[in-house]
């Protein structure tokens, strides 16, 4: 039992706007009241807000695995040592399971979705998962390079059922496209697909019509998180072309659109892009099914990460230093490169404004909601100052002036862009709005029956400071985090969604398991109760 | 007497003793020396635990008994002298950044990694990755010098990106590699692929190398700045004749991988 008692309660999903109240926590629920002698928290002068849902981050799985293993100089430079509480680990901008727990919990965040794991490293996932304590985490199963489903698009053959047992096999919790035929192609050879209607060689179909397959299968099935698209020809000047292409032919189905800033490019390939930001706010302003999450970049080091393998290796003719890039087989294609933005640099901080462009124009918070693609376009420990970003004008402008004029120019920032993110927004589209898109009804909100997960902020005028450090993160009814540490760590929960599918569909896979796969139909599925166990599992058919 | 610290026998694993320093020690009072932290594998220990502490603290520091499997000994020093009456572990020297560390003897693998100055003098000889960049890193050796009396192994100085690496004896493999800029001389030969993928830099031959085809020749000539380097590298006890401080080099321009802003210098004679 624990009442949290006369903070300023910011719960956008119920309405509540920064009024006076107690918020009470039992049995890892919020509940209506509690007895007067409940232990409480005196949160006068304090902001209370749900826990934090981050709806695209990569923390856990073989790509983030080798990018740790990439890049032993972050680990040197940021060492725990073990503690009463925690275990020892390293940060970084891809930081160890633990610590990614550790710190996810310190920065309020209390629910996280790793947002690419090919079912065949599904394993790897989940016992990464199993050990990034705290926060409970849910993860996307990739299926945009999918050999096996390619062939059943082609033929018109179940691929509702296909999807369906994707995920059941996998333990995940949604559906994951990233350039869809895109990465097939570029395994054919240095190759990638530039638009919708192009040929994956061989093998009959086009992005578009993996698009629309997939889409209506998750429709179909009801998935509480709608198809997650990263588009094709991210990173390429006049791409939001693209992207348009790609909402348009979703145009009455759900979809979200992973870290649309790095999609949202103006001008003609390969040469200098411009913001396209307000055309793509603007189809989104006029699509209710639609929604995106920003993929803010910020400057500083991060670790480029993604199954997107032809951009990796573009990434890396950039940097000229370390890389990673590898194929799974019949699945996906996967690339790491390290990298550092700068505000010096003209697409960085073009990259830079766009995202910013993407925030400030953005008229419903609920759909278009904050990332910054971890560790993609930076660490996730910086979003507080992102925050201070979209609330502090001045501070925005102050940094605007820093930055590569000639990109700020290519935009509408230079506008002065008089919005500044309230409390309230904040709490949409870090909390609320994720929770929402996830389809996670416990989450996001301090309605009664909601999940116990509750941050508590000092007022601060420096809204980085303030977001940095939560003087309370509670998880579960629990109190985590106390005057800004580690109180206890207990682990998340495993958040999958619960799909049925027809049995008969493994006689369908067989064959195609038998042409493209080297493990056989029996050993691939999920079945470790160690790494399926414990956890809470989202019904799907509830969406609409 | 010099503050002394002599090992009283060799540990079962790898000691580390990161900041193991004079300029750390000299404010320090004895017993405060004696509780510091070292780490025997990965069981935290005192100081006291394998060194006899003798001798006063001020800007020199002995280090004596048979330190082979003593890790990271000076690292990370700014001022004073640090000496080694034996042979040192790995990473001795490493991150130093001034001051003067000297080891009598042999000297380990990854010895003055990532330094930024001061200078290392060994006079026995130096194990890989002498003066190179910790695992992940771009750029190596920074800054400072080191001088090495005897042979040093495969991959000296490698991403060095400034600084000055003098060897009296023989180069292994891959000496130079991935280098950014800075200096890397030997008197003895060199092994195979010297230079292999420098951007920017010299590597000074005065006896066998074997080139990588991806090098090309430029020119013969007398570089100014290297008779000053050799004249400053003879003043610290490299035994360089008048003939090579006055002679003639061919240039040979690389990695042609890379940028070809490097160079690697063939003494060619003094006529």
């Given amino acids: 039992m624990l009442r949290i008692a006369q903070g300023r309660v910011y719960d956008p999903a119920n309405g509540i706007d920064g009024e006076v109240r107690d918020v009470c926590l039992d049995g890892g629920r919020v509940v209506e009241e509690l007895p007067s002698h409940a232990p409480r928290i005196d949160a ?36 725990l040592d073990r503690t009463a509480t925690t275990r020892s680990g390293t940060g970084g901008t891809v930081p160890s399971s633990f610590t990614t727990g550790y710190r996810y919990a310190l920065l309020g965040y209390t629910t996280v ?58 333990g995940g919790y949604g559906v994951k496209l990233v350039n869809p035929g895109g990465v097939e192609m570029w395994k054919h050879g240095n190759r990638n697909v530039t638009s919708l209607d192009d040929q994956v060689e061989g093998l009959g179909v086009t992005p578009r019509r993996v698009l629309e397959a997939v889409a209506t299968s998750v429709d179909e099935l009801g998935l509480p ?36 800033q790095f999609h949202a490019y103006g001008g003609t390939p390969g040469k200098r892009p411009r913001s396209s930001a307000p055309e793509l706010v603007e189809h989104l302003a006029a699509h209710p099914e639609h929604s995106a999450d920003v993929g803010q970049v910020m400057f500083g ?32 294609g996967c690339g790491i490169v390290p990298f550092t933005y700068r505000e010096r640099n003209y697409v960085h901080a073009l990259q830079w404004a766009i995202g910013l462009e993407l925030f400030l124009l953005s008229r419903d918070p609920w759909r278009v909601v904050l990332s910054t693609d971890h560790p993609n376009g930076g660490s996730f420990l910086s979003y507080p100052r992102l925050i201070r970003l979209l609330m502090d004008r001045e501070f925005r402008n102050e940094q605007i002036g820093r930055v590569n004029k000639k990109a700020i ?118 079945r470790e109760p160690w790494l399926l166990e414990p956890a809470r599992r989202v019904p799907a058919g509830g969406g609409r | 007497m010099p503050l002394t610290l002599t090992l009283r026998e060799p540990p079962a694993v790898p000691l580390e003793t990161e900041g193991l320093a004079p300029d750390r020690l000299a404010s320090l009072r004895r017993s405060e020396i004696e509780a510091l932290t070292v780490w025997h594998g990965n069981e935290r220990a005192q ?24 890790k990271f000994l000076g690292a990370g020093m700014t001022t004073g002298r640090l000496t080694v009456a034996r042979d040192a572990g790995m990473h001795t020297g490493a991150d130093m950044r001034g001051g003067e560390l000297v080891v009598e003897g042999d000297v380990g693998d990854f010895a003055g990694t990532g330094m930024r100055g001061g200078r290392l003098v060994v006079h026995g000889s130096a194990g890989h990755q002498l003066g190179g960049a910790h695992p992940g890193e771009r750029a190596g050796m920074r800054g400072g010098e080191i001088l090495v009396h005897g042979d040093v192994g495969d991959q000296v100085g490698a991403g060095l990106r400034r ?83 006055e002679g003639r080099y061919a240039r040979w321009a690389g990695d042609g991988l890379e940028l070809r802003r490097g160079e690697i210098l063939i003494y060619e004679g003094n006529e």
């Fill in chain 1, 301 to 332: 080091p991060a670790t480029t990460m993604t199954v997107d393998a032809p951009v990796s290796a573009l990434l890396r003719e950039v940097t000229g230093g370390k890389w990673v890039n590898a194929d799974l087989e019949a699945e996906t």
């Fill in chain 2, 163 to 245: 600084g000055l690496i003098a060897v009296a004896g023989r180069a292994g493999d891959g000496a130079g590699l991935r280098m950014l800029a800075g200096t890397i001389v030997a008197l003895g030969r060199f092994g195979a692929a010297a230079g292999a993928d420098m951007r920017r830099g010299t590597i000074v031959a005065m006896s066998d190398v074997t080139l990588l085809p991806t090098f090309t020749y430029a020119c013969s000539y007398r570089p100014p700045f290297l008779s000053l380097y050799l004249r400053h590298l003879r003043a610290l006890g490299l035994p360089l004749t008048d003939e090579q401080i």
């Fill in chain 1, 44 to 79: 006068r002068g304090m902001v209370v807000m749900p826990g934090g849902v981050d709806i695209h981050s990569h923390i856990a799985g073989p790509a983030v695995n080798a990018a740790r293993k990439l890049s032993p100089e972050e680990h040197r430079a940021d060492v």
């Fill in chain 1, 225 to 260: 998180h709608p198809v997650h698209v990263h588009c094709n020809n991210l990173g390429v000047a006049g791409n939001w072309r693209t992207t348009l292409d790609t909402l348009d032919a979703l145009e009455g189905r759900r979809a979200h659109l992973a870290h649309v």
């Fill in chain 2, 47 to 70: 100081l006291a635990d394998f060194f006899a502490v003798s001798g006063d603290g001020d800007e020199e520091l002995l280090v004596e008994g048979d330190v082979r499997r003593v």
């Fill in chain 1, 113 to 170: 979705v790793e947002a690419a794991t090919p079912p065949l490293a599904a394993r790897h996932t989940l016992a990464e998962l199993r050990d990034t304590p705290i926060v409970d985490a849910a993860f996307l199963v990739l299926m945009g390079n999918n050999l096996s489903l390619f062939e059943l698009i082609r033929d018109g053959g179940p691929v509702t059922e296909a999807v369906a047992w994707l995920l059941d096999a996998a």
């Fill in chain 1, 409 to 526: 120019r290519r935009t509408v920032l230079g506008d002065d862009l008089e919005r500044e993110y309230t409390l309230g927004e904040i709490a949409i589209i870090t909390r609320a709005g994720p929770a929402r898109l996830l389809g996670l009804a416990d989450k996001g909100h301090l309605g009664v029956g909601a999940d116990a997960d509750v941050t508590i902020y000092s007022e601060h005028e420096d809204r980085e400071q303030m977001f940095a450090t939560p003087r309370f993160v509670i998880k579960g009814g629990r109190v985590i985090v106390e005057e800004g540490e580690l109180r206890e760590a207990p682990a998340g929960d495993l958040l999958r969604v619960a799909v049925d599918h027809d049995e008969a569909i493994e006689r369908t896979l067989a064959p195609l398991f038998e042409e493209h796969y080297s493990v056989q139909l029996a050993n691939y599925p999920v």
